[in-house]
């Protein structure tokens, strides 16, 4: 499915001071073997660099703001998508290669809360009844998904002790949930956000998730819709979450008098070409 990614940020200065020295980074997409990104369109233009964890994002000067004024630049990708099972397909690892990703993705960080007693106990149920990683991880989703009713769009979130806890959450729940399941048994995982096409313009907001087997790498997996080793040509994986567990799709600083933050938001829409 080929795919027209056209984004919107707005940087409001909505405080009494102006804002100087202004940098923005702005992450576009992250590499993933089902989507190709064949143009990128910045204005105004910007470096796009590669970060950690394979993140393209553009780097751009923010212009002064003075109070009330307001920096809006955008971003078009056109992108080429593919529906791929992850297991129809064999990769074996090195032992030590293995090593480090098992040493680097299995920490507890914000919102994957490994030693909570609530996730403790379901780490419990879910080892008595696997006797591998992959079972253990689909055990996980069921797991998540029984224990966690799906709502849509909350407006906080609230990571995988609270998911546990309070017994519902929206995709960043689940995610958070399986991932902190997976790690407090050294199964490495991390997390993916992007945007899931709909019938509409207006993609929907969506985190999912990746957990490292031994035989098939890095694998996709989707607790809050159910899919374990594939995803659909509807994703569009955007930011990547592993070495540390929140990395905004926007991120500002700047020069200003007072302890007052401009507002940023940002509008997503895809279609198909």
């Not at 997409?29 to 990104?37: A, C, G, P, R």
């Not at 809360?113 to 991880?137: H, L, W």
């Not at 906080?156 to 017994?167: L, T």
Request: charged share 30%; glycine share 6%.
């Amino acid at each position: 499915m080929r795919l027209l990614v056209e984004m919107q940020a707005n940087v409001h200065n909505r405080t009494s001071s102006r804002l100087h020295e202004g940098k923005m980074v702005w992450h576009l997409y992250t590499d993933m073997t089902n989507q190709f990104v064949h143009a990128i369109d910045i204005f105004p233009p910007a470096r796009i660099l590669e970060k950690a964890e394979r993140n393209m994002v553009a780097l751009m000067k923010v212009p002064e703001l003075d109070s009330g004024e307001s920096f809006s630049p955008s971003a078009v990708l056109r992108i080429d998508t593919i529906s791929r099972d992850w297991l129809m397909e064999s990769q074996p690892t090195p032992d030590n290669v293995i090593a480090r990703i098992r040493g680097t993705y299995s920490g507890m960080q914000k919102y994957w809360e490994t030693d909570d007693v609530a996730v403790q106990e379901m780490c419990g149920d879910i080892a008595e009844r696997s006797n591998d990683d992959e079972s253990y991880a689909r055990l996980a989703v069921k797991a998540g998904r029984e224990r966690v009713k799906l709502k849509t769009n909350l407006e906080d979130r609230r990571g995988a002790a609270r998911a546990a806890r309070e017994k519902e959450g929206d995709c960043d729940e689940h995610a958070d949930l399986f991932i902190a399941l997976t790690r407090a048994v050294k199964i490495p995982s991390r997390r993916v956000v992007g945007h899931l096409l709909g019938n509409g313009p207006d993609p929907d907001p969506h985190a999912w998730c990746e957990v490292f087997l031994k035989d098939h790498g890095w694998v996709p997996v989707d607790p809050a819709l159910n899919h374990f080793g594939m995803l659909s040509e509807s994703y569009f994986s955007r930011v990547r979450e592993g070495l540390t567990s929140e990395r905004p799709t926007i991120q500002l600083k700047w020069n200003a008098v007072g302890a007052n933050i401009p507002v940023v938001e940002e509008t997503v829409k895809m279609s198909l070409i």
